[in-house]
């Protein structure tokens, strides 16, 4: 009785900030599955394969130095600066749709942001803010739960902040970084002489939002 008598002294401030970040994410999430599902139902030009068109796009970049490897877990569908390296999952290297070729284009922007020293400063806080993305729910859970049950409303406080923080702070960093990958992602698909169409246009939107998404977690890789 006395947990249940408390629920409702829980501060309504954050607890409506912990809320709408969610229902935000979740509704940022259907928005995103909406277009990957169209989208992987469209054939790339050629129907070439999402590995093969980012080698060929960095190589026409004059970034053949760069590598493309297939990969799983946390850095999937992820450019890391310190290898070098593109790392695709197995639906973005293998795929042969415009979900894979769009995910693909928006991850060479990133390469070529790189090498081509735009916004240096901004990648280890790119890999550092998708770590704090995943962790970020359980985080909250944890000083929150804490912070209830030992009565510590300064713990209770802090859990419920963490989702609207580390989302906020996500959106504030990335926004120029993810929008400038785009742009010069889709200069490299110019090279192929492909032309972007309204699927893959939303591929590349919906891409620069997958860090924010991340705060969530999913059953499944999308």
Partial sequence: MVWLHRLFEI?????????????????????INTVITQAAKVPSPG??????AAAEMLRLSQQSSIGVQEATGLF??????????LRLSAGGYEGTNLAA???????VGHALQDRQHAFPSRFPARQA????????????I????????????SLLKAGLWTMPAIAGLIATLS????????????????????????????VLKAAAWSD???????????
């Fill in 11 to 31: 501060p309504a401030v954050p607890l409506l900030a912990f809320l709408a970040t969610i229902s935000a994410i979740l509704g940022l999430r259907r928005w």
């Fill in 47 to 52: 129907r070439i394969k999402g590995g093969t």
């Fill in 76 to 85: 999937a569908n992820f450019y890391d600066p310190g290898t070098q390296t």
């Fill in 101 to 107: 070729l769009g995910r693909v284009v928006h991850e």
């Fill in 129 to 140: 803010l998708a770590i704090a993305a995943r962790l970020s729910l359980p985080t909250a």
């Fill in 142 to 153: 944890l000083l929150g739960s804490v912070g209830f049950v030992l009565d510590i409303p």
């Fill in 175 to 202: 926004f120029r970084l993810e929008q400038d990958a785009n742009i010069r992602g889709r200069q490299a698909l110019a090279l192929l002489d492909t032309t972007p169409t309204p699927e893959l246009e939303q």
């Fill in 212 to 222: 924010l998404d991340a705060c969530l977690p999913t059953m499944k890789k999308p």
